[in-house]
């Protein structure tokens, strides 16, 4: 309807199309109002879902399935399980240690049933803790983790979800200097205070039947431009810091059983960022009595093309700046450790997220950038609960096994189950080990097996509804190495 493909080899000239006036009172979007809110449409997603929170810092507690609340891996990784954890450890310990994370997924529309294969690279996610006791009450360390930290990948070719995003990445890391104290042989304390910072990345790309045709009230649709034509690239990079307050307490009921509690403040950081933008190639013309009255033969990349020069919505030449602020929410965590017998310990977890506190989103566009206007974004997302159970059993002096099964709920309401971050239930299996290899010297093993639920999603911006499945698993791989001198006997 009105348009031609040129062929790989074809000359087509480049005619500059005839200026147009924007009609008096002409009731259509500007252009860059939709860009803006395409480029940053994605942040509530990207950032407000339990999907991209990492609690696998450590490959002893992931064997557990996370389980510290009440019993910290003796190993410093307690600065961000339970601050309380490092209270009574004696000496020095230093620990080390990497997740990989490999997430596997697709997502198979309703009506073609086409299926499109997640592409995700093998992640991986350090960490460091190095703890010191000044006496036999008082502990301080400090650690670097990253609670936040995961990537979705979508091909760019026959994906539809590229228009709300082929590549996202997000990164928080922490540095938190803690300090721990035995009040006495029952009560342990500790509190930490977490600098943050931050990284987001968006990209995605724009379809050009939903764009306004220049200077016209209808979309370059009108013109039969087919849904799904890439005419443009965008990129968002941001980066923010922030401060956070860890606390822990735990309290030996008795020589067998045990409980603690761990609290993770919520955090305000203001992200600083840009979005550019590239042509792509569509490759279209206009057909004889196209509504725009042009010539057959017209490029519609010419027509295009102007969104893209100096000074426009799409401008090549620049970064377009933009700025907000994002609450990341408070979590805890309660639970029990009970010693069944002197080598053998069971423990479990109630984790709470507090994601519902994520409900506005100011994007605060560049002053100068008077092309692309502030707007609020608002996610709804719900508050999440988790509920882990752990295992560790001391084979021999030597060797110590662990295992451990976790069920947590989703944060993300309907309307933004996107390739963004298609998350949902899961239901996670963990085991591994730890094996001393010296004295003073431990490795620590771990595997995960994370199956979450399948659930229903978008591809489509301006989609009213689902229009399809999204299935997820991964499996998680960690090791880490610890070492301590100095310890009492």
């Excluded at 307690?78 to 997924?105: D, E, M, N, Q, Y």
Aim: glycine share 12%.
């Amino acid at each position: 309807m009105g348009l031609t493909r040129i062929g790989v080899n074809a000359t087509v000239g480049q005619p500059i199309p005839p200026s147009l006036e924007e009609p008096s009172g002409a009731k259509r979007m500007r252009p860059s109002v939709r860009y803006g809110v395409l480029l940053f449409a994605g942040c509530p997603a990207l950032l407000g879902a339990q999907g991209f929170g990492i609690y696998e810092d450590n490959s002893c507690a992931m064997a557990r399935a996370g389980v510290t609340a009440a019993t910290p891996c003796p190993d410093g990784s307690a600065i961000f399980f339970s601050p309380a954890g490092l209270a009574g450890l004696s000496g020095t310990h230093v620990t080390a240690g990497v997740t990989l994370i490999k997430a596997i997924g697709a997502f198979t529309d309703d009506v073609l049933e086409r299926r499109t294969d997640l592409e995700n690279p093998l992640i991986p996610v350090p960490s460091g803790f190095v703890t010191h006791a000044l006496s036999p009450k008082l502990t301080i360390g400090a650690g670097v983790y990253v609670p936040y930290g995961l990537e979705t990948r979508w091909p760019t070719t026959g994906f539809q979800g590229r228009f709300l995003g082929y590549n996202t990445k997000i990164q928080a890391l922490y540095v938190q200097p803690t300090v721990a104290y035995q009040v006495d042989p029952r009560l342990k304390l500790g509190i930490g205070v977490a600098y943050v910072h931050g990284s987001i990345e968006l990209n995605q790309r724009l379809d050009l039947s939903t764009q306004p045709v220049p200077a016209q009230t209808f979309t370059f649709a009108t013109l039969g431009i087919p849904t799904g034509t890439d005419f443009g690239d965008t990129r968002l990079t941001a980066t923010g810091s922030g401060f956070a307050v860890n606390l822990g307490g735990i309290l030996k009921l008795s020589d067998r059983l045990s409980v603690g509690a761990h609290w993770l403040t919520r955090k305000t950081i203001t992200y600083d960022g840009h979005g550019t933008f590239r042509q792509l190639p569509t490759n279209l013309t206009l057909a004889a009595n196209n509504p725009l009255g042009l010539p057959a033969g017209t490029p519609v990349d010419a027509l295009v093309a102007p969104n893209f020069g100096a000074g426009a919505p799409l401008d090549t030449t620049k970064a377009h700046k933009a700025s907000t602020q994002l609450t990341l929410p408070q979590q805890g965590s309660i639970g029990f450790a009970y010693k069944v017998r002197s080598n053998w310990t069971v423990m479990a977890d109630y984790q709470y997220v507090g994601w519902e506190a994520f409900q506005s989103v100011l994007v605060d566009f560049d002053a100068a950038d008077n092309t692309t206007p502030d707007f609020t974004l608002t996610p709804h997302n719900k508050d999440t609960h988790g509920f882990r159970f752990g295992t560790e059993y001391a084979y021999s002096p030597k060797l110590t096994l662990r295992g451990g099964y976790l069920y947590h709920t989703a944060a993300e309401p309907t309307e933004f189950v996107t390739p963004l971050l298609p998350e949902n239930a899961r239901n996670e299996v963990s085991l591994g080990l730890g094996y001393r290899l010296a004295a003073g010297v431990r490795a620590d093993l771990a595997y995960q097996y994370v199956r979450q639920n399948d659930r229903r999603g978008r591809v489509f911006p301006e989609t009213v509804g689902n229009t399809g499945l999204y299935s997820l698993h991964a499996h998680l791989f960690a090791v880490g190495l610890a070492y301590t001198f100095g310890e009492r006997d």
